[in-house]
């Protein structure tokens, strides 16, 4: 099995999560197409609740593993990881087998009363199967991950949003003639379909590198002692990092339904709020997070490199790490930022044929270095060992985004915005709690030289973009839009060339490009 250096660990994630985003937005574009926004909004309103389930199955169980393998690994101690192995899917299919059977006999209740709409019954039915599959691809992401072997999560992830796609337009179309809830739960059985492609790829890739596995161990008894201990430390890990995942799952489920009974007292139709949920949840948060494909790689990658450089108490190693990530996270979602905010309506117009949808996405665009913040510095307090920081920081924005959504989005004036802003400042809000724990942590600065070189490239590009777009220079608007697309990018890739933000050795640490991949 290949270990891979921190770069490019991060950077093979980064490949397979490009390709899953450009991916994924076939679906988001076509979907709404298919079943329309009301159909969006009911396949958008069960997800929530299934992602509360699936955080209690195997929230915190990745990184968990991910974790206590790459300590097994550094000690050389093969009995001690397969041993993790096993107790980590003991725990985890335990969980889903007795939560699929609770979440189909609690169904009919919980669409009716909890979810406000019930026609989602047939789509949350369509999510059960989902459990099992994610709690043992859960534990084999995390095996992988600890073990610094990212091909294997690269490539089920891959195919998972590949066999996603071809399923959930298949089967919605193959059911749009018995109803829009239908065609709804025919996405969602695709989701299911593309899960299990996925598990299969991790599967297969454990089957076939297992056997060759062998560190150099020296024989010792693993007995029932050893083996508790381990689940212990299992749960340790996982309990707290769970808590912080669900507070945060949980507020999106309540988020859902908080924010359909806001619309309601404001006076919005329940199929009018659902499709303005659906819009909102399946159509800009998608867009906002595109450049998250790099954060997720690097949130990742980071668990295990600072889980190792903590056992060695090497402080160096870990600063290093967090600015890299920092520093990427920073370069890299700024243009992502500036075009969401300066193209937005003609962005939206051309992925889903909705001009109107883009003055959402244009409040959002300036949190969105925020959110790309927040998945480095949360991985960096769970690996080491400060998810209790990272739990509080989620719940207090949680509470703060809950409320906001009832205050705002029940007002008539505000409606579906309210959410939006509530949302807004959920994101700025944890994001600094957390940037507030890791520098108290580690006494960890960024060079304000940083900040400063990319706000100025980002204030270039976005002027150049707002110059090409509305110069009235071609007739044709999607000749402009992919003018400024194309022109800005070139500037902003230019000026951080120029403000040496970006610079040779940068370059160097990319595999397959420098010479020396191993920083």
């Known amino acids: ?51 509360v389930i699936i955080t209690i199955i195997s929230g ?27 107790a980590s899917l003991a725990i985890t299919c335990g969980l889903a087998f007795v939560f699929t059977l609770l979440c189909i006999w609690a169904a009919p209740w919980i669409t009716s009363r909890l979810l406000t709409d019930s026609r989602v019954y047939y789509t949350f039915l369509s999510m059960c199967p989902i459990l099992p599959i994610v709690a043992v691809s859960a534990v084999y992401r995390g095996y992988f991950q600890g073990r610094q072997n990212m091909i294997p999560t690269a490539a089920s992830q891959v195919v998972e949003t590949i066999v996603r796609i071809a399923a959930m337009l298949g089967l919605a179309y193959a059911f749009l003639p018995y109803g829009t809830e239908w065609a709804a739960a025919g996405a969602m059985m695709g989701v299911v379909v593309g899960e299990f492609g996925g598990m299969a790829v991790l599967l297969y890739s454990y089957s076939k590198g297992h056997d060759r596995i062998r560190l150099q161990a020296e024989p010792s008894a693993d007995g029932s002692a050893s083996s508790r201990f381990r689940i212990r430390k ?18 999106y489920l309540l988020e859902s339904i908080l924010t359909a009974q806001s619309l309601a007292i404001a006076g919005v139709a329940t199929a009018v709020a659902t499709a303005q949920y659906g819009v909102l949840q399946g159509m800009v948060i998608p867009v906002l997070l595109l450049p998250g494909a ?28 967090l600015h890299q990530s920092l520093r990427l996270a920073l370069v890299t979602g700024a243009p992502f930022a500036v075009i969401m905010y300066v193209l937005a309506e003609p962005l939206c117009y051309y992925l889903y044929g909705n001009a109107e949808v883009g003055k959402m996405l244009k409040m959002m665009a300036p949190v969105a270095l925020f959110l790309y913040y927040q998945g480095p510095l949360q991985a960096t307090l769970q690996a080491l060992d400060r998810p209790g920081s990272a739990l509080t920081n989620t719940f207090v924005g949680a509470v703060v985004k809950l409320a906001l959504i009832v205050y705002l989005a029940s007002r008539p004036q505000w409606g579906i915005l309210g959410a939006v802003v509530a949302i807004n400042v959920n994101i700025a809000l944890v994001t600094m709690l957390h940037w507030h724990s890791v520098s108290r942590l580690l006494r960890f600065r960024m060079q304000a030289g940083d900040y400063v070189k990319t706000g100025f490239a980002a204030a270039v590009m976005g002027a150049c973009c707002y110059a090409v777009m509305n110069g009235g220079w071609h007739d044709m608007p999607f000749v402009r839009f992919a003018s400024a697309c194309a022109l800005g990018s070139l500037v902003y890739l230019l ?24 920083s």
């Open 1 to 51: 099995m290949r270990k891979q250096s921190f770069i490019k660990g991060t950077m093979i994630l980064l490949a397979a999560g490009i390709v899953n985003r450009i991916l994924g937005f076939v679906p988001r574009i076509t979907l709404p197409r298919v079943i329309g926004a009301e159909g969006v909004g009911l396949y958008q309103l069960g997800y929530p609740f299934m992602i």
């Open 495 to 518: 000026m951080i060339v120029w403000l040496k933000l970006v610079d040779a050795s940068d370059v160097s640490r990319l595999p397959w490009i420098g010479k020396r991949p191993r």
């Open 60 to 86: 915190g169980i990745p990184l968990a593993v991910a974790k206590l393998v790459a300590e097994a690994e550094s000690e050389r101690d093969e009995r001690k990881v397969r041993s993790i192995l096993r």
């Open 234 to 251: 299992l749960f340790d890990i996982a309990i707290p990092v769970t808590a912080s995942r669900l507070v945060g799952s949980a507020s």
């Open 294 to 321: 790099l954060t997720y790689s690097l949130s990742v990658s980071l668990v295990p490199s600072l889980s190792e450089a903590a056992a060695r108490g090497d402080m160096r190693t870990i600063h290093k790490r």
